[in-house]
């Protein structure tokens, strides 16, 4: 298979000191992708990640953050480790709270290691009409970092204010926008809402969860309209993979996965392909 740029993946390692997973905690349920307590081992870690990519085309991968810790840089220090002694993760999306008053002081801890790229913070994709929020983005925008936001149609005009006011804030709408329902009238929905939403800001979008809980039972027909919705609303240029991995193996395999990602980036120009491959992770993720 042709390069791939995987812009979504997550690690663990229950023997590193001061950092713990939510959602491997035993007798998790995750509200739409349910018990993911059942992923466990005690490491997944590069190795693990390049035995299920053999063969795929997976030159570089982007973490986004995943454990939890009462200090956020000590899941990036060890992500680089990994990185200088592995490979992986070529860029990391730290973890840092919007809300807190201190966003700018976190942010120039994660900027001391090499790969540290941009934030994520889950929660604020429900609270972007806090005001707290929106100094958090204030924060990020000032400090030169990028932004994954992963938040659902209903919050895409919140969503477009702020970015107005930080037209210079680097931001990755996560999740293909969040699709929750895969039914008609909900396709028309966040179709009218991807398309406004690129109009009106610079995001780019990462195209991954597709074969996820809204949809457990997925098919390449059943995600096709979704994949390339994204890429109507945002065209190629400002579109990315992501393989949600090892959380979305609840519903398949890698293999299976990244197959059904190249029968439909076959329905595009081998130009149009490349950017969606790889070319806007690395302009993006700054991975040249």
């Not at 929106?134 to 895409?156: N, V």
Request: net charge negative; hydrophobic share 40%; glycine share 8%.
């Amino acid at each position: 298979m042709e390069e791939i740029i995987d812009t979504h993946v997550h690690f663990w390692d229950h023997s590193v000191s001061g950092l713990s997973w939510t959602f491997l905690e035993p007798g998790f349920k995750h509200p739409r992708l349910g018990e993911l307590w059942r992923l466990d081992s005690p490491r997944y870690a590069p190795p693990e990640l390049r035995l299920e990519a053999a063969g795929l085309g997976v030159a570089r991968v982007v973490h986004i953050q995943a454990a939890k810790a009462a200090d956020p840089t000590v899941e990036t220090e060890w992500l680089q480790g990994l990185s200088d002694r592995d490979g992986w993760p070529n860029a990391i999306v730290a973890s840092c709270d919007l809300a807190a008053p201190e966003v700018g002081e976190v942010v120039a801890r994660q900027a001391r290691f090499a790969n540290f790229r941009g934030v994520r913070d889950l929660p604020a994709g429900e609270r972007l009409g806090d005001k707290e929020v929106a100094r958090g983005f204030a924060a990020l925008a000032r400090a030169g970092c990028s932004l994954e936001i992963m938040t659902s149609c209903d919050h895409y005009d919140q969503l477009a204010r702020l970015l107005g006011r930080h037209p210079e804030l680097p931001i990755v709408l996560g999740h293909s926008g969040l699709p929750v329902r895969r039914d008609d009238d909900y396709f028309r929905m966040w179709s009218a809402g991807m398309q406004r939403l690129a109009r009106e800001s610079s995001a780019v979008c990462k195209i991954s969860a597709l074969g996820s809980g809204p949809d457990p039972e997925w098919s390449v027909e059943s995600i096709r309209r979704w994949f390339h919705g994204c890429i109507e609303a945002f065209g190629p240029e400002r579109c990315m993979l992501g393989s949600n991995w090892p959380i979305d193996r609840m519903f398949g395999s890698y293999v299976r996965l990244l197959t059904a990602y190249e029968q439909l980036l076959g329905d595009l120009s081998p130009e149009e392909a490349a950017h969606v491959r790889y070319r806007t992770a690395e302009r993006f993720y700054r991975l040249e």
